[in-house]
């Protein structure tokens, strides 16, 4: 029914509009009202193509858990500020705890292990020496033929044994000292799972999502909260391909925010090349100041310059507002006559005009509340 109203009242307001016949002559006691008048230019204006996008946070991290563990404690809340370091989750470590325990026994154990390994290899080379001693003694008598022959070859086999225990002691002391870079990795590997049972926050940041409570098991790669690094957002915008050479890294460009009373600079970061072949757009990232109140998820709009066209520009003065509807009053001899125009952007006082008007037709600037279609005017002069 809204719809049909609107409608009747468009036909209703273009059959007014359109209509050239003569006015009516005025009785005589119709007022002729006195108005100014200025003559429709075309004028030279900047062409404006406007993205729209949302804001969003440069860096994002996902929190997860490296290990599948029982959630402890949650320390932080969606809309929590933390610092870099800051503990958010904290995660049941005995498990960890225990492991680490179990390395550092081995350890020990391999401490004890390389101390037997030295006395052995000490003793060996006892041995080795009393052979070796022996050994040229016998060498000597046997010279005089103060030995027999199997003496001496008894006193060279010991020497032989004797060498032979002390390269299987030293072996051993590899072997156990190899034990030990083990145990040593083993150790600072449970160390580092340990540390994962703590989540601590990467950076100065907003929490925006919780997935985790208190008693929950943890998936390993599984996210448990949302962080935002704060300060640091950008408003990525899409551009119609047929756009693209407007948009230039390093370039600065007005930037609307839903929800912000002003309008800032922000500047072109970082073009995503490919195009979307479903839209036919691309991604323009744009770099934003903070500000207070701005926050990822808003929706804003970008401006590029296209270079200038030209436009109809008239004052906001002269532009009627009935209800959705927009009309001037447009001179024709010495008679208003009520135009409906499609109006464009704002440019200060100035309303673009995108049709219903002609480069050098007359308006009525600030025409009076009650001046009707048809109604005889007069034009006031332009003071000298």
């Known amino acids: 029914m809204k719809r049909f109203l609107t409608l009747v009242i468009l036909i209703l307001m273009t059959a007014a509009c359109s209509r050239h016949e003569a006015p009516l002559v005025p009785s005589s006691t119709q007022q002729i009202a006195t108005v100014q008048v200025e003559t429709v230019a075309a004028s030279a204006v900047a062409d404006i193509y406007r993205a729209s996008g949302t804001v969003r946070a440069r860096q994002v991290a996902a929190i997860a858990a490296k290990i599948s563990a029982n959630v402890l404690e949650v320390r932080v809340h969606a809309g929590d500020h933390v610092q870099p370091g800051q503990t958010l989750i904290v995660l049941d470590r005995r498990d960890l705890e225990a492991n680490l325990r179990l390395a550092e026994a081995a350890r020990t154990e391999v401490e004890s292990a390389i101390t037997e390994a030295e006395n052995a290899i000490t003793s060996a080379r006892a041995s080795v020496e009393l052979a070796r001693v022996t050994h040229k003694r016998f060498q000597d008598l046997l010279a005089k033929e103060s030995v027999s022959q199997q003496e001496f070859d008894e006193s060279q086999a010991k020497l032989t044994s004797a060498e032979a225990t002390l390269e299987i002691a030293i072996s051993k002391r590899r072997q156990v000292e190899a034990r030990r870079s083990q145990s040593e990795a083993e150790i600072a590997a449970a160390r580092v799972t340990l540390g994962y049972a703590t ?5 100065n940041g907003l929490v925006t999502e919780r997935k985790a409570d208190p008693g929950s098991l943890t998936t390993p790669g599984a996210t448990l909260l949302i962080l935002e690094r704060e300060g640091d957002l950008r408003l990525e915008v899409s551009i119609d391909e047929s756009r693209l050479g407007l948009a230039r890294i390093g370039e600065n460009v007005a930037v609307e925010i839903d929800g912000l009373s002003s309008t800032v600079s922000g500047r072109v970061g970082e073009i995503i090349p490919s195009v979307d072949s479903a839209t036919r757009t ?7 100041p903070a500000l207070p109140g701005l926050r990822s998820g808003m929706f804003g709009r970008a401006d ?5 066209r030209d436009a109809l ?7 009627s507002e009935r209800g959705q509807i927009q009309c001037v009053h447009v001179v024709e001899g010495d008679t208003a006559r009520l135009r409906l125009v499609t109006i464009g952007e704002a440019r200060g006082d100035l309303r673009e005009i995108l049709s219903g008007l002609t480069a050098g037709e007359r308006i009525i600037v600030a025409p009076p509340q009650l001046l009707a279609d048809g109604d005889r005017i007069a034009i006031q002069k332009a003071a000298k």
Do not use: E, M, N, Y
Request: glycine fraction near 4%; hydrophobic fraction near 60%; charged fraction near 10%.
């Open 282 to 288: 691309l991604t323009a990232k744009i770099d934003l």
């Open 199 to 203: 989540l601590a926050a990467p950076f």
């Open 313 to 319: 520009l008239v004052p906001q003065s002269a532009v």
């Open 304 to 308: 590029f310059s296209a270079g200038k």
